[in-house]
């Protein structure tokens, strides 16, 4: 069995739907769908003016979103029998939708309405499928998608619940599930953060023990740098977990940042395809490794970077220990660390807590707070004793300032941190010195 995801433009018009369904039909595996394309944007943004007391703006986006689901309706189905059954099926959810706009509205309203999305879009792909004969069986993912207290998803819990839901079918021809959305520790419904379909499909996938993940987007796979900034970018065939895992946490939006983790340790294959052109090869990532290559490059930003300078404490045992203690404190994660013997650099990308932080810090030396910063991670074969692959790396930003450099942490990567400004400069200089010579 495998799991097929498809994200928000693959879903994104009747046609579309049209062009997934002919994908899908004829397998029995676990289909994941998105919301529509632009629909979570306008959940959030009918959120927003709910939270600003605003229900005339709410409804005015409310109506505009819900002519455009009866508009879908009319493209997509044929018969009147499975126009009538799709309305229905819209019209109750934007009657909910509509419930929000009289009461009081909490974080608790809003996950409700950020879940609508996906419900409207995977009810809408099961009844065009129901209408072509297609026996397609829907898994709620209210039913078995789930957090735990500390908001990470529980794999006891999702298998024992997928596992039963899918052995209550097992006549179907395949299956349509929610991506995104699941419910808290307290039975709330809730979310995996925005782009989380993906981590649905590799949560489903390591429940099921998939033969692979598919992850369906709007480009041929994995680019080698960042297509929406740099010019001539293009595919890379294949990754490594590790390597897809980097450049994902690192800023390249073709995949959720936590979606390899379950693949990886469940060494399940992932897939990135092209739902616009299904027979292109797309990217495969594996535990396979390529050598001597460098893959590709993305870039993190709103990183702020974080310098103590202390000459009388560096070397001291436990020095390092205490600063990684303050971003503990206030529950920061630290992305990028370099060291001299006077001074410690840290990145961080929340920047919630950076004035305590930097108070607390004060105790140990000289603070020095560099903000919009960006992180440009260059991903590949970088194992210590192959050479060269740095030189060319530092090469390719000659002209550009560089905050930190840090290398050695994994085999995978080169992490250096530039100013936001340098940011497209520095991705279009890495592709034309490493990709495009
Ligand atoms: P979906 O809605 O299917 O989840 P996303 O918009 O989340 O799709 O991700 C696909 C988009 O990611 C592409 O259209 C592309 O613009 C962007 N992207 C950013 N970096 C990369 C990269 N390195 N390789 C491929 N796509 C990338
Ligand atoms: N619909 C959600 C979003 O737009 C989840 C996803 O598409 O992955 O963020
Ligand atoms: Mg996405």
């Not at 819990?157 to 349509?176: C, G, Q, R, S, V």
């Not at 307290?186 to 996938?205: C, H, M, P, V």
Request: aromatic letters at 8%; proline letters at 3%; charged letters at 25%.
């Amino acid at each position: 069995m495998k799991v097929l995801k498809f994200g928000g433009t693959s879903v994104g018009t009747a046609q579309r739907m049209k062009d997934v369904a002919k994908l899908i039909v004829g397998d029995r595996n676990i289909i994941v769908l998105s919301a529509m394309s632009g629909t979570t944007n306008s959940l959030v943004e009918i959120s927003d003016y709910l939270y600003k007391k605003n229900p005339d703006g709410a409804n005015e986006i409310i109506n505009k979103l819900a002519m455009k689901y009866y508009g879908h309706i009319e493209d997509l189905y044929t018969t009147d029998e499975y126009k009538q059954k799709a309305k229905e099926h819209i019209k109750t959810i934007f009657d909910y939708i509509r419930t929000f706009t009289k009461d009081l509205f909490t974080l608790f309203e809003e996950r409700i309405i950020l879940a609508q999305g996906e419900l409207l879009s995977t009810g809408m792909v099961n009844l065009y499928l129901n209408e072509l004969g297609v026996h397609s069986v829907m898994l709620p993912s209210l039913e078995y998608m789930r957090t735990d207290k500390n908001a990470e998803p529980d794999p006891v819990y999702i298998k024992e619940k997928l596992t039963k839901l899918l052995n209550e079918h097992k006549d179907a021809d395949l299956y349509i599930t929610q991506g995104y959305i699941c419910r808290n520790a307290y039975g709330e419904i809730d979310n995996l953060q925005r782009g989380g379909s993906d981590y649905t499909a590799s949560l489903i996938g390591a429940a099921v023990n998939a033969d692979e993940i598919q992850i369906w987007t709007d480009i041929d796979g994995m680019h080698n740098n960042d297509p929406r900034m740099v010019d001539k970018t293009a595919p890379v065939r294949n990754l490594h977990f590790e390597e897809a895992a980097e450049l994902a946490y690192f800023g390249a939006k073709i995949l959720h940042p936590t979606c390899i983790l379950p693949a990886k340790l469940n060494n399940i294959p992932v897939r990135l395809l092209n739902t616009m052109e299904p027979e292109a090869p797309g990217t495969l990532i594996s535990n396979a490794t390529e050598k001597d290559k460098i893959k590709a490059v993305a870039a993190k930003e709103n990183i702020t970077a974080i310098k103590i300078k202390s000459g009388r404490m560096l070397l001291a045992t436990g020095f390092l220990r205490k600063v990684f203690e303050i971003f503990e404190n206030y529950q920061t994660p630290i992305d990028m660390v370099t060291t001299s013997e006077v001074g410690v650099s840290v990145t961080i990308d929340n920047r919630k807590h950076l004035d305590e932080i930097v108070d607390d810090l004060k105790k140990f030396g000289t603070v020095t707070v560099d903000s919009d910063m960006v992180i440009i991670c260059v991903v590949g074969d970088l194992e210590w004793e192959n050479i060269g692959f740095e030189a060319s790396i530092i090469h390719a930003l000659k002209d550009i300032p560089v905050r930190m450099i840090s290398y050695g942490g994994s085999n995978y990567n080169v992490s250096l941190l530039v100013r936001a400004s340098d940011k497209k400069k520095a991705l279009q200089a890495l592709s034309d010195h490493l990709f495009n010579k």
